[in-house]
Structure formats: C-alpha cells, structure tokens
C-alpha cells in the first residue's frame, strides 16, 4: 500500500517538475528572441523616424531657446577672431587686405552651419543609417533561439533522471528563464537610452556648431568635439548591428549535447555577453572618434 502511495507521489512530482521544465523551456528566450530581432530596426531608425513628435519636440527647442543662444555665441566668437586678426599683424602695422576675405569667408560658413544645425545633424545619421541599413544585408538576421531542438532532446535524458535531478534542472531553467527575462528589459533600455540620448544631445547642437570655425584651440575644440560625438552616436548603430552578428553566429552554432546544463549555459552566456557588448558599444565609438 504504502509502496504505491510512494510510487504515485513520485509519479506526480516527476510530471510535475518535467512540465516545469519544458514550460520553462519553451518560454525561457520568446522576450529575449523578440527584443534582439528588433535590434536591427531600432538602431537603423534616424531620430525622425524614431519618434516624430519627440523630434519636433527637441527641434522647437532648439529652434527657439537654444539658438538665439547660439547667436549669441557667434557673435562673440566672430568679434574674438576679428580682435585677433587685426592685433596679430604687429598690432594693426601690417594688415592684409586677403585676411579680410579670409574673416567674411569663416563669418559666411559659421552663420551657414548654424541655420543649417539640425540638417547638418540629420545628415550624419543618415549616414550612420545607411552603415546600418548595410550592415543588415551582410548579416544574418537569425538571432532566434530556437528550443525546439533542446526540448525533443531532453525528452529522453529527463526519463532516466531522477527526482533530485529534476528538481535542480527545474530550479536551473528557473533562474535562467527570470535572468533572460531581465535580460530583455535591459536591452529595451540600452536601445531606448541611446535614442534619449541622441535627442538630448542633438537639442544644444547650435551652441557648440556656433564655435566650430573658431581659431582659438580652446573654443574650437567645443564644436569639433560636438561633432565627432555626433558621429561616435550615429556610428554605435553600426557596432550594434556587429554585435547582434556575432550573437547570431554564436547562436546558430550550439548543439546540444546529452548534458542540458552545458546547453543551458552557452546560450545564457551569448544572450549576458549581447547585453554586455550592446551597452559597451557606445564608450566603443566615443573612443575610436575621440570624443
């Protein structure tokens, strides 16, 4: 009597803990699978097509606090370089008539890159859409993790396990599964942060294009370091697309074997390392364009 009680139970607790574990299983990577397969048009979005009234948003105000600041800016930055020009010729004993066309010519282009801020800016992540649009065609998109295969193969290694191996099997799928959930969040939040970011920076563009004609090193560095930051912006699209490459290969290489853990653990440690790389993407392109 009590051997069937016994055998019942443990019946009952191996198809409970084997439907932990194939439930666990076949829901563990759907967030994670959905979020890395929007990687590629999230990152290939220009800051209009992103979001069209965070955009109009940032370029009214940039448009109507941030430029008559940038006015400003320019005109002490045009009277500086005339100041210097004049006074750098022996003090005014020896001035040339061409520096004077010289003076116009960088007034004309700094008045130009100013009105023109926010083309000038939308320009260079076109480009950076362009890399990415690229990019997407040379590699593979197939960055599902497909459990299919993992559960018609751990059908048959679960019938020889016993109830302590199921048990931590189910507590391992457990913890993985609430790991690529956060996982999933965390990418939502590196792709959503850059975009915040682009947005931010991209509204005090005028300020710093108003010093980029600037000969003084310490005010023309500020625009020429504005604008290899745009570009360190607009290219970290194309590293994440690189990223999202290398994930793809590294996926579609795992074959599982008869041990499930080791299984588990490679695709665990690809999905941590995308996340990982996707945020490092950003101090990546900073560096390599020194800004």
């Given at each position: ?9 443990g019946e ?32 290939g ?10 955009f109009?948003l ?14 400003m ?17 022996n ?6 008539t ?17 009105s ?9 992540f076109?480009?950076?859409q362009?890399?990415?649009?690229s ?26 396990m016993g109830?302590v ?9 457990t ?74 290969v590294?996926?579609?290489n ?8 080791s ?26 364009f020194?800004?």
């Amino acid at each position: 009597m009590f051997d069937g009680i016994r055998e019942a139970i443990g019946e009952w607790m191996r198809e409970l803990l084997t439907g932990i574990i194939r439930f666990n299983l076949a829901t563990m990577f759907d967030e994670v699978n959905e979020k890395t397969a929007s990687i590629a048009a999230q990152v290939g979005k220009t800051p209009q097509a992103w979001s069209s009234s965070i955009f109009s948003l940032i370029q009214n105000l940039s448009d109507s606090v941030v430029m008559p600041i940038a006015g400003m800016v320019i005109t002490f930055v045009l009277c500086y370089e005339l100041i210097s020009l004049v006074t750098a010729k022996n003090n005014m004993n020896e001035i040339d008539t061409w520096m004077f066309f010289k003076y116009f010519f960088k007034m004309w282009v700094a008045v130009y890159l100013v009105s023109n801020t926010f083309n000038i800016t939308m320009a260079v992540f076109d480009v950076g859409q362009y890399l990415v649009s690229s990019a997407g065609g040379a590699i593979s998109s197939q960055t599902a993790v497909n459990m299919d295969f993992m559960l018609d193969a751990i059908d048959g290694t679960m019938e020889s396990m016993g109830i302590v191996e199921l048990a931590i099997l189910t507590l391992e799928t457990t913890v993985v599964s609430l790991c690529m959930k956060i996982i999933s969040v965390l990418i939502v939040v590196i792709l959503y942060s850059r975009m915040v970011g682009i947005y931010l920076y991209t509204s005090i563009a005028p300020v710093p294009f108003a010093t980029i004609t600037m000969s003084n090193l310490d005010w023309g560095r500020v625009g020429s370091g504005y604008f290899r930051g745009l570009f360190a912006l607009a290219f970290q699209g194309f590293f994440m697309m690189v990223c999202v490459g290398i994930y793809a290969v590294l996926v579609s290489n795992i074959h599982v074997s008869d041990n499930i853990h080791s299984a588990l653990f490679d695709v665990s440690v690809y999905t941590v390392l995308l996340c990982f790389w996707l945020k490092k993407t950003e101090g990546l392109s900073r560096s390599i364009f020194n800004a």
